[in-house]
């Protein structure tokens, strides 16, 4: 794994290593309860493409590895626990977003611990 775990530490980081802005899209239109799972889906797209640094995935190669985070959730969706888990590799089977998968193992850690908080507000219905 290179230093771009370094580079990468927030949307913000994500946005300069792929000489982007960092204004969101504007979510006006959809409804306020659900723009919070939308901007997360978004910044998370944004922050795997910059830690894949230019690596794109071959959907129909089934030999590649496709890693993702896996969380865990213990209790209700507003008491409960959300956590990082480990990472799965499953071929080109994919049990999250194409767009949120990594390279390898070492940086679908990375990115679980580090943005936990925007796994939950994606995946968790507060």
């Given at each position: ?46 922050i ?35 956590s ?43």
């Open positions: 794994m290179s230093n771009i775990t370094e580079k990468v530490k927030n949307y913000e980081d994500a946005c300069k290593v792929l000489n982007r802005e960092t204004t969101l899209p504007d979510f006006s239109m959809i409804p306020e309860k659900d723009r919070k799972p939308l901007i997360a889906h978004f910044k998370l797209t944004v795997c493409e910059a830690l894949n640094e230019g690596h794109i995935h071959d959907w129909n190669n089934g030999k590649w590895d496709k890693w993702y985070p896996w969380f865990y959730m213990f209790g209700s969706s507003s008491s409960g626990r959300f990082f888990g480990g990472s799965a590799d499953l071929g080109s089977r994919s049990f999250c977003g194409s767009r949120l998968c990594f390279k390898s193992e070492k940086l679908a850690d990375y990115a679980g611990k580090q943005f936990e908080q925007l796994y939950r507000e994606y995946f968790v219905i507060d």
